[in-house]
């Protein structure tokens, strides 16, 4: 029996960020992913579903925030330990604003040290059987 691939959904009202997690994804783990993206988070919302094995949240987003939507994708059933939110905040401040158990990490998406702690992460979850 064939391994479905791991669904990755990137929601980020940044095209470039989207892009560049599509990229990272399609070049780390090419077929063992299916890539999502949504820069209108209001239309992600409806799009949530407990099978997504990875979500990854932008914290400042215009229509809603990356905080109220972790919440509504947990109400819709989604694993807090399968949940990033990432920002251009200093980790220091998105630790301070996201308890441990709220999510599965916080990413200041700037820092090379949080994106090798992110690889490793990611690693972790597509390559569990």
Known sequence: ???????????????LFCDRMTQ???ERYGEKVTVHTYTDPLKALTA??????????DLEMPTIDGKKFLSYATQKGLDKKRIIIASFQN???????????????????????QQKVFAMITDSIVNKN
Request: aromatic share 8%; with cysteine; charged share 25%.
């Open 24 to 26: 990272f994804f399609q």
């Open 91 to 113: 980790a220091d401040f998105l630790h301070q604003k996201f308890h441990l158990s709220e999510c599965l990490a916080v990413m200041d998406k700037n820092e090379p040290e």
């Open 1 to 15: 029996m064939e391994k479905q691939p791991k669904l990755i959904v990137v929601v980020d009202d940044n095209q």
């Open 48 to 57: 949530l579903t407990p099978e997504i094995d990875l979500l990854i949240i």
